[in-house]
């Protein structure tokens, strides 16, 4: 019987993961999959030094002479030509030519082997759609509020990338909550910039210096961060200032999200990310909004999937992405 072997990547600020999959017989299998830091190490060159270094040791584990194909996801805007990662925040890349970074990187081991860039998110949905809890439908939507905000989208079971490969942007969405709030993409009003995990940390952190609320009010420790996490256990005591404070972040979500569903009607909508996956009564909040939102007509069949893979999500997504087919 005939096997396949993918490696994905998912490149994030602190760190890469990857997991290599096997294929056989239209079965799945993950054979491994791990976690490298990239501390300090982040040029576009260190980043494919580490991949080309995973992927040595990955071939020597398994004993194999070559992969069908090695995906990578990142966190940022990828060109059309796949190649080019356009911008990516969290690395503070701009403009770069990933790919002949790792073709360089890889020149020595797999000279060959065929290398997909992908959005992280992009990689996240697919891999959920094929390992996950979406396997079935043939249409989803997956939203992830994490440090920011951000989608994939599956129709009739294709991924869809959009014109310039930058559809799913949907935390760049404006709205008035976010009104003379800068975005990290550079313009003002996004969602993102409201309710994505970094700025609702920045909104806590501003309150505070204003008086609006206190760290005795949020009962944090000294030395905690002012987090998602401290507005969810706060709201679950009843604090008046975190009660308001997930009534506004989640309609603003919900908004968004049944905006979305207004217009794409998709049969599975998919919610996670750190901040959604953290805070279970944000995210009991943000449903009803959708609920009560979106049109009725398309949330009469609309199934709710929970996230399965977390962290290897991306990883999967990515390496899978590689199969053409
Ligand atoms: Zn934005």
Known sequence: MSQTHFLGFDIGGTNARSALI????????????????????QTPKDIASVIASVTAQMLADYKLQSLDGIGIAIAGQIDIDEHTIINAP??????????????EALSGILPDVDIRIANDLNAIAWGEYHFGAAHSLNSLLAVYVGTGIGAGLIIDGKLMLGADNVS???GHCKSVRAQNMMCGCGQVGCVEAYAGGKAIEYRIQHDIQIGATSRQELDMAEDEAP?????????????????EFWKQTSAAIGELIANAIAIL???????????????????????EHIMEMAPRASVAKLQFIKPTLHDDAGTLGAALLTLKA
């Open 168 to 170: 799913g942007e949907i």
């Open 90 to 103: 969290n690395l503070n890349w701009h403009h770069v030519n990933f790919f002949d970074h790792i073709k």
């Open 22 to 41: 096997e294929l056989q017989n239209g079965q799945f299998k993950i054979l491994s999959s791990k976690k490298t830091s990239t501390r300090g190490q």
């Open 265 to 287: 009607n998709p049969q599975g909508l998919l919610l996670g990310g750190g901040v959604l996956e953290g805070c279970p009564e944000l995210l009991t909040l943000v449903v």
């Open 227 to 243: 987090t998602a996490r401290c507005i969810e256990r706060a709201y679950k005591t009843g604090v008046p200032y975190a009660v």
